[in-house]
């Protein structure tokens, strides 16, 4: 068929279409499969011909059976393969694998049209449905069309992945195959030859030869260049020895690789993000913000680590540090605090990999950083000091300073156009760390971590824990009371708080129609607070109230005195003072010296480790402040037609918003792709702790820890025993918990922490003792354990599991 002959038929809706004649253009009319396979007869690779059954037929209802008989007799009729072909399907974020029905062997036109109808019936089965709704993937928005492949009768068939998919390494390919039919190793119903194809010779072994092999790694190799992305190839090789590709399509669970940057390999990237109990992706703007932050940080305290996007996510190349004689000597014990097990343990991995070896004989810095850090390190010893002997003062001093942070961060009045907003959002520093806000948070952190070593032998890890509990001087402890409080006080309008959902209300405050229960003074408060808070494109909360309005409506279901949070914080910190005398007393009977050295450095604990939420919470003033700026700008850009919506801001960086205000530059072209990346990149569940720069997932190579009947292990981080049914939260601004229930999350920040409230224990995937949450949760008095791998995919809403914080385990009965 020419071409315009094919474009009047695609005018006019065409119900069959030849295979060959597919373009890639044409996902929406056959299918993300067969778009796949009309790319593949496109490349000039092997592909059984074929045609397909477009959504133009599914979508009217009427099956074509005339059409479809004639094109199987132009296939010569006999046995045929019947594949669904989904619009959905086989996309770059959703490989829709086994969602969908394939029929396989149908001869005859009686059965070729009862499986097209199956294939159509599969479109609404309840697994699909749920996999669509898993992925936020509109449920009135797809179609199905189906393909009808000429069956090809395999010796041998399988499955080729072009990059490894358990550990994302990208210069392996994977291989499993077994005698016959394919579906033996897509459906796992029998034992298959696995390979891992790594650029070594191999033997003739199991159902494949070395030359097939060969092929097969030839052949992957051509389809990763054709598509740009490593691929799930699905293969057979029939009884003339040949090679015929049956579908091509993405693998969907790898993380993205770290981008080339033309430096030595191999190279280790650490995950930054989850120290803010983040993993899920940031904006362009939030991202070019969150990197100068951390850069210069890390400058002034002598190290140099680029800052990369990766997925998304904030990843640290620390391979310098790795390979310096001096600093891979503590690299592992720095991680402690902030980082975590997870991060030490994959850094510990890296240390005793060859490739790593040391290779300089100093510092690996030069005299300007070594300046710097001298300078940084007299500060913070006076700084650090001063706190230890005088914290009353110090924090007076600390609260002071962010009174003053809060009022610099203003903008002035007379603001008027774009330009004048632009001035006054890169005139910002976000550098500037005052010494009284950072150094009282230093010793505090110093103060809390200290005893564990000075105690070894005499108290355990979680008595410490213990002792840490109930905190004062903690803000968001402080935010999350005065919320219970607000709870306390909505008298009639309870019902409508409990009855309305969190997005009406939210609307219902913001159009002022909600009566007044205190939410203004609230947010008056800790506005300037959200979830991810640390991205500067993320809505703070006096926006979009509707994840305090959710948080309320959990108070609220909170019916025993006993249980309400601030008895629970009461309770804790009356614990901690009680355990903190006892451990004392006993430390000092059995090693006198460190026990009043300890018992000091606790004492001190519970006067400065509380401040750790306060610098941060002082740094979202000038983010919240540029933040309306941006999107003020934003509206400007919007109204002359250079963005779609005001928001559209977030997602370039001030380069790009300064060509758009100075010269007119339309980047509409560029926020839409990125606002789907990052949209696809919010529905992922796991971010790698650490990659290296072939994309391995570090920990992915790693030897789980699990305990012996099964049991979670983790590591414990606020003590405590409890039992209870699971709550397995991927959102903290829908989420509903029980009082009583377990909340179990991949990681959680401090706009998380009201959940914290109803909960009865705190499971986490990812995180460090001294994070946000474990904080939180030792202060509340709640058991919790960090860094269980794979919790929220391993623990199921509504299962019963028991939380040991002492021992860093978790049950599931």
């Not at 710097?372 to 002997?389: H, Q």
């Not at 977030?650 to 007119?664: S, W, Y």
């Not at 030897?703 to 959102?731: F, I, K, M, N």
Request: glycine fraction near 10%.
């Amino acid at each position: 068929m020419d071409c315009d002959a094919l474009v009047l038929q695609l005018e006019a809706g065409v119900y069959v279409l030849a295979l060959s004649e597919v373009t890639s253009d044409m996902g929406d009319l056959v299918g993300g499969k067969a778009a796949g396979l009309g790319a593949l007869i496109r490349h000039g690779e092997r592909v059984p011909e074929a045609f397909c059954v477009t959504t133009d037929a599914h979508r009217s209802g009427v099956l074509p059976e005339v059409e479809i008989v004639e094109a199987y007799e132009r296939l010569g009729g006999g046995p045929v393969a019947v594949r669904s072909s989904a619009t959905t399907e086989d996309l770059p974020d959703a490989s829709f694998a086994g969602q969908h029905d394939t029929v396989l062997g149908v001869t005859g036109t009686a059965e070729l049209i009862a499986a097209v109808e199956q294939c159509w019936d599969s479109l609404h089965s309840d697994r699909a449905t749920a996999y669509r709704e898993a992925h936020e993937i509109d449920q009135h928005e797809v179609a199905m069309a189906v393909v009808v492949q000429r069956m090809v009768t395999p010796t041998v068939a399988g499955v080729l992945h072009t990059a490894n998919p358990l550990t994302g390494r990208r210069d392996e390919m994977v291989v499993d195959a077994a005698p016959g039919l394919g579906t033996a190793v897509v459906d796992g119903a029998t034992a298959v030859d696995h390979y891992v194809l790594d650029g070594v010779a191999r033997d003739d072994s199991g159902c494949l030869s070395a030359a097939h092999l060969d092929r097969l790694r030839a052949a992957g190799e051509r389809l990763a260049g054709h598509f740009g992305l490593p691929q799930d190839v699905e293969w057979a090789i029939d009884a003339e020895d040949v090679l015929w590709l049956l579908q091509s399509r993405p693998i969907t669970s790898l993380f993205p690789p770290p981008p080339a940057n033309g430096k030595p390999l191999p190279r280790v990237f650490l995950e930054f993000g989850h120290v803010q109990g983040m993993l899920r992706p940031v904006t362009p703007m939030g991202m070019a913000t969150l990197r100068a932050q951390i850069t210069a940080t890390l400058a002034a305290l002598g190290v140099r680590v680029e800052i990369v996007d990766i997925g998304g996510r904030l990843y640290g190349d620390l391979t310098d540090l790795a390979r310096s004689r001096s600093s891979r000597r503590r690299l592992v014990k720095l991680m402690a605090v902030d980082f975590g097990p997870r991060a030490q343990a994959v850094m510990r991995h890296v240390l005793a990999d060859p490739r790593f070896a040391p290779t300089d004989d100093g510092t690996g810095r030069g005299a300007a950083q070594q300046a710097a850090s001298l300078r940084t390190a007299g500060r913070a010893v006076v700084g650090i000091v001063r706190a230890l002997a005088r914290p009353d003062a110090a924090r007076i001093r600390m609260f002071g300073a962010i009174a003053q942070l809060k009022a610099r961060s203003a903008a002035p009045d007379d603001l008027r156009t774009a330009a004048e907003r632009l001035r006054f959002v890169e005139a910002r520093d976000d550098t500037d760390a005052s010494d009284a806000i950072m150094w009282p948070i230093v010793a505090g952190m110093l103060a809390a971590a200290l005893p564990s070593a000075l105690l070894k032998g005499v108290a355990g890890a979680d008595e410490i824990h213990a002792v840490l509990g109930g905190m004062p001087h903690n803000v968001t402890i402080e935010m999350d009371l005065a919320l219970w409080r607000l709870a306390q006080g909505v008298g009639d309008h309870r019902r409508l708080l409990l009855d309305t959902s969190p997005d009406e209300l939210a609307a219902r405050h913001l159009r002022g129609t909600l009566p007044d229960i205190g939410m203004a003074d609230f947010l008056d408060a800790y506005g300037h607070r959200s979830a991810a808070e640390v991205d500067l494109g993320v809505p703070r909360w006096a926006e979009d109230p509707a994840p305090v309005f959710a948080a309320l409506a959990n108070y609220l279901r909170v019916t025993d005195p006993e249980q309400g949070p601030d008895q629970r914080f009461h309770r804790a910190a009356a614990t901690a003072e009680a355990a903190l005398e006892e451990l004392v007393a006993r430390a000092r009977r059995r090693r006198p010296v460190r026990g009043r050295l300890a018992g000091f450095l606790l004492r001190r604990a519970r006067s400065l480790a509380g401040l750790r939420e306060a610098g941060k919470f002082a740094g979202l003033y000038p983010l919240r402040e540029s933040r309306r700026q941006l999107l003020l700008i934003g509206a400007e850009l919007t109204d002359v037609g250079l963005l779609d919506h005001p928001d559209d801001i977030m997602f370039l960086v001030l380069d790009e918003v300064r060509a758009a205000v100075h010269e007119g530059v339309d980047h509409r072209g560029v926020v839409a792709p990125r606002r789907a990346v990052y949209r696809r990149e919010l529905r992922r569940r796991s971010v790698p702790v650490a990659l290296l720069s072939d994309g391995t997932d570090i920990e992915a190579v790693l030897p789980r820890r699990r305990g012996d009947d099964g049991t979670l292990v983790g590591v414990g981080a606020s003590a405590g025993r409890v039992t209870g049914p699971a709550r397995v939260v991927h959102d903290p601004a829908t989420a509903h918990v029980e009082p009583g229930e377990v909340l179990v999350a991949a990681t959680t920040d401090p706009g998380w922490t009201p959940l914290f409230l109803t909960a009865a224990a705190l499971v986490t995937e990812t995180g460090a003792i001294m994070a946000h949450g474990p904080t939180v949760a030792r202060e509340y008095g709640i058991p919790a354990v960090i860094c269980v791998p794979d919790a929220t995919r391993m623990i199921s809403t509504g299962q019963l599991v028991t939380v040991d914080g002492a021992a860093g385990a978790v049950t599931v009965h």
